[in-house]
Every structure is written in C-alpha cells, then in structure tokens.
DNA sequence: CGAATACTATTGAGATCGCAAGGAACTCTA
DNA sequence: TAGAGTTCCTTGCGATCTCAATAGTATTCG
C-alpha cells in the first residue's frame, strides 16, 4: 500500500464518487428548492410521482418502493405535506390496511410552480460538468442499479 | 404532458436516478458496515482519507471539503470518532484556528478491518448490476461532477 | 498600527431518516 | 374457520445532518 495516493478497485473508486456526487448536488439543489418553493427534494419527489400515478394517487407503499424510502419515512414524508394541504389520504374499499396518498389541487399546482425552476436548476448543474452524451450514459447506468 | 409515462429531460431522468441508486446502494452498504464494524459509511470515509493523508493528518477543514459535508457536520462526526480513540486532535502551530484530525494506531487497525469486507460488499454489490467496463465509465462520469 | 474582512471551529435548534416494536388487517392452509 | 404467517402503517427512540449564531484567530489594506 502506497503512502499516498489513492490505490482503489473501480467499483469502490465509482461508488465513492456516487456518494460525493449525490452530496454535493443535493446540497446545492435542496437549499434552492427549499428556499424558493418551501418544498424538501423527496417532497418534491413525491409529488412528482403521484403526479404522474394514475388518478394521482398512489400507495404509501408504493411511494415507499419508489422514493427508496423506509415505511416511517414515508409516513413522516406524508405527514408534511397533508399538513401543507398538498397531499390527502384516501382509504382503500378492498384492503383496509391500505392508505392512499392523493395529490390535491393544490398539491399540483404546488409542483407545478417548482418544477420549472428545479428541472431548469438540474439541467444547468449537469449540463456545467458534463455534455449531452454524457448525461444520457450517466442515466443508463444509474439506473440499471438496484431500486430498492 | 401525457397523463401517464415519464417526460422528463435526460437531466433531470440522470439526477433522479442518482438520487435513487445513492438511497438504495447506501442503505445496503451502511447497515452492513455498521452492523459488522460499528461505523457509519462517513466515518468509514473519513478514516479511509486520513489514512492516505501524508502523515494521517488532515485539517478539518479540508475533510469537510473532501466529504462534502458542513463544519458543524465535521465538528459531530469526529467527536464520534474521538470518542472511539480512531481519531484525535492535533493543533496547528502556525494557525491557532485550524485544528488537525489524526487517524490513531487504533484507526489504522479498525480501518484495516473494516476495509477488506467493505470493499467486497461495494465491488459485489455494483458487479451485481454492471459490467466492469460499466462500472469504470460510471466512476469516471460521477467524478466530473462537483466535489464541493 | 488598527479597523474591516475572512477563516476555522463549535454550539443550539430544528429537520429527516432508519430501526425496532406493536397493532390492525389480510391470506393461506389444515 | 381458526391459527400462523405476512403485510401495512404508525410511533418512540436514537443517529445524523444543516443552518444560524457565536467566538477566536489571521489577513488585508488604508
């Protein structure tokens, strides 16, 4: 082992750099999202999802799946935003164990505000350090990673 | 915008699945290493930087840099690790505002043992996903984006 | 020199998350 | 149909992180 220098496999070299790379964007993202549209980026996430769910609903079970969250966290996730108003539950006739969460009106128009400025904020931060191609071969491969 | 169906941009599709790989890949990694070796995957991380560090000493400033992560964020990692006797305090004779962290002869040990199942779990879990070549055009990407 | 500015580190307060435990509801099976 | 096992959700607790404020030290420059 060198005394300097970094003498890393690939794979452990590529997932130190996910964790550096996720920190530093999040960081920058999440304080503007927060500051302009008051919204945290799983909540920003989470309305992202229902809003495009069929009848914008989902279960919180399946928000869970998708956002990579623990079941308290989602549950903690929806409390929020059904005290903002922009989430209400809805119960299932079938399976009373089941709870929905639905997007409101207000809910949408919520996201609707946001999103330009995230999406345009998300863009321009890829777009600084990596071109086109690049980005597309980057969400290739992310996603073929586990989703839960 | 279809009612169903992803439209989003390549950009803001790559930063979501960041967001999501970063959630799943760390829960995995981060239960298993503090299970087996009692540290958090950024204590894990610190250690390993001071560890290549000239002299296995580093401002603390410059770990907050390279973990990117807030001073205060640094200030409660490490007295975590102090705590533990991996870490301790070194002054800076020059600058009586900077203060060094030290990887101790404990640190090295409790790195060394922790390193060998870490790295495996990391390389198995990212293997289980990607090709090798994948796996080098992933790490290469992530570390054109922002370090800090 | 000395005031203004910048840098380093810590602390308190608040937010978020996971784990473990527990209750309620569903499913399977004998 | 009764019991066992599973699933869904919530809550208490502890861990971790950021932001804002604070204090001490360095540096810059008129």
Redesign the pocket.
Known sequence: MSVTGTSHTPAVDAYTRLLRAHASTT?CLS?RLLADHGL?I?DYEALQLLSQAEGRVL???ELARRLV??????????D?LEASGLVERASCPT?????YARLTDSGACALGRAAGDHERAVAALLERHLSDDEIETLGELLGKLPDR
Request: net charge positive; glycine share 8%.
């Open positions: 960081r304080s945290s799983n279960k919180r079970v969250l623990s079941p308290s966290g989602v549950t903690r996730l929806l929020g399976d009373l164990r089941v709870t």
